[in-house]
């Protein structure tokens, strides 16, 4: 199918994971796509693996300036926008007492501030009907420990799905949001565990989850275009979890 | 390879017939099931007449099939003004919740041969109040909550379970109210898209969840409303 023909889209946090796997989706469904990213080295096997064709932009997420270069940049390459898939992340997991405000702060400019800003930024330039899908998470329902500060922010990120539907509807513009239970992407890499410590996880992560499996980055992708196509176009403000029934138990 | 089987309980009108007619038109096989079926109904789609309420009834019409990939509960009744009678309430409750429960249980076998996936059609008044139509909205709250224990209790079984949210839809059902033109315009501007939704807009996102697109989706509730429920 080709259920994104001549849309112009752009993915945050592109060029691993969850965006990536977008990234590939969008490109058989047949839109223009630009992803964002910050590490030199998931920067160029993006390229390598999507093609000369995808728009990279360097930028980094947590920065609100970033986010006016992004929107200008794109204008620029595309004129307009169709789609966004705010996908850029971090999941920092820690027991209270070893946060600090850095760290705090880190985490919701990440997933808050720079999701927000680039919305803003990017208004001028987006179509009608356009698509904003946000990537929130199963951990702004469930009550996992040392996920604290993480499903604060998830749970910010998801409120801005339904404020942000009421305040953009008017111009045409639909935002919804996915929320990703336990997925097998390179986020758990970055968790900073050990390979033990990390199996530990998995498996107390595991016994929360009836589909008794790990999502794969392509069941979230194919959540994503279903959201961003014509297909989902009389849902806004929408919650689709993608979490093997994780949030359900 | 067997074409894919669905069957779909009130699948004769509205938005049961536009789901099926969207499966059919991607190869889909597909039986509807209930009291009602619209004059022009396709032929392809098979119309099986039977009480939802009645399982033995219904269970006729999967003659000689072993597997069901998409099963879909969207035979409802709505008894306006009457539902704060018992006996109303009752037979309410009666097709919009147990009538899914008891076949969902009934297809049970057909559906785990082939991972098979179940969507139950829920409301935007599972979380509203109608001072008209307490039976219909408790029903619908129920039907959420009974999709997210189906779906807990039968992922080991690789049997996913969702409900759908309409809002505002274009059926013979809301037609009570769009023959009010006061009325229609009033719900016309509370709803942020300012339209209501064609059939065909939830059929498409039924589809969406019965589909492999949706295999690491279960238990959710999804609103298809136009942003009615966030304002």
């Known amino acids: 199918m080709m259920r994104l023909a001549n849309k112009t889209a752009l993915i945050t946090g592109g060029t691993s994971g969850i965006g990536l796997e977008t990234a590939k989706q969008f490109l058989a469904e047949g839109a223009r796509v630009a992803i964002t990213g910050t590490n030199p080295k998931t920067i160029e096997a993006a390229r390598a693996e999507l093609g000369n064709d995808v728009m990279i932009i360097r930028a980094d997420a947590s920065d609100v300036n970033a986010q006016n270069t992004v929107a200008a940049e794109i204008e620029t390459t595309f004129g307009k926008l169709d789609i966004v898939f705010i996908n850029a992340g971090v999941a920092d997991l820690r ?30 330039i987006l179509s009608n009907p356009a698509s904003i899908v946000l990537n929130t998470s199963v951990n702004a329902h469930v009550g996992m420990p040392t996920s604290s500060v993480y499903g604060a922010s998830k749970a910010a990120l ?20 996915v929320s990703p239970g336990p997925i097998a992407t390179p986020l758990y890499g970055k968790l900073g565990l050990s390979e033990e410590g990390l199996n530990a996880m998995a498996a107390g992560v595991l016994a929360q989850v009836p589909a008794a499996r790990f999502g794969a980055p392509s069941e979230v992708a194919k959540a994503v275009v279903f959201l961003a196509s014509d297909e989902a176009s009389f849902t806004v403000g929408a919650e689709l979890q993608i979490d093997g029934g994780m949030g359900t138990l | 390879m067997t074409a894919p089987l669905a069957l779909i309980t009130g699948g004769g009108t509205g938005i049961g017939r536009a789901t099926a007619e969207r499966l059919l038109s991607e190869g889909w096989r597909v039986i509807a099931v209930g009291l009602d079926c619209d004059d022009d109904l396709p032929p392809a789609i098979r119309f099986h007449r039977a009480d939802v309420t009645d399982t ?97 209790a039968w992922a080991p079984k690789g049997i996913r379970v969702n409900s759908v949210a309409p809002g505002w839809v274009e059926t013979r059902m809301s037609a009570r109210a769009r023959s009010d033109s006061e009325r229609a315009q009033r719900i016309n501007g509370r709803i942020p898209m300012g339209r209501w939704a064609q059939p065909s807009e939830v059929a498409s996102v039924i589809r969406f969840l019965l589909s492999p697109d949706a295999a690491y989706v279960t238990g959710t509730m999804l609103p298809i409303d136009g942003g009615y429920s966030v304002c």
């Not at chain 1, 985490?107 to 927000?116: E, Q, R, Y």
């Not at chain 2, 082939?114 to 909205?137: E, H, K, N, Q, R």
Request: glycine fraction near 10%; include cysteine; charge should be negative.
């Open chain 1, 95 to 124: 027991p209270i007492e070893n946060w600090d405000e850095a760290g705090f702060d880190r985490t919701f400019d990440i997933n808050v501030k720079g999701p927000f800003f680039l919305v803003q930024a990017l208004l001028p």
């Open chain 2, 56 to 152: 033995a009834a219904i269970l006729p019409a999967l003659a000689g099939e072993t597997d069901l990939h998409g099963f879909v509960h969207c035979a409802g009744i709505l008894r306006h003004e009457r539902e704060w009678q018992t006996a109303d309430f009752d037979a309410v409750m009666q097709v919009n919740v147990s009538a899914g429960f008891a076949l969902a249980n009934a297809l049970l076998p057909r559906l785990e041969t082939v991972g098979g996936a179940i969507v139950m059609l829920a409301s935007m008044w599972a979380i509203f109040g109608s001072a008209g139509a307490p039976a219909y909205t408790a029903s619908k709250g129920a039907v959420a909550a009974l999709a997210r224990s189906m779906a807990v």
């Open chain 1, 158 to 177: 998801l409120s801005m799905a339904r404020t942000l539907s009421g305040e953009l509807i008017g111009r045409g513009i639909r935002v919804n949001a």
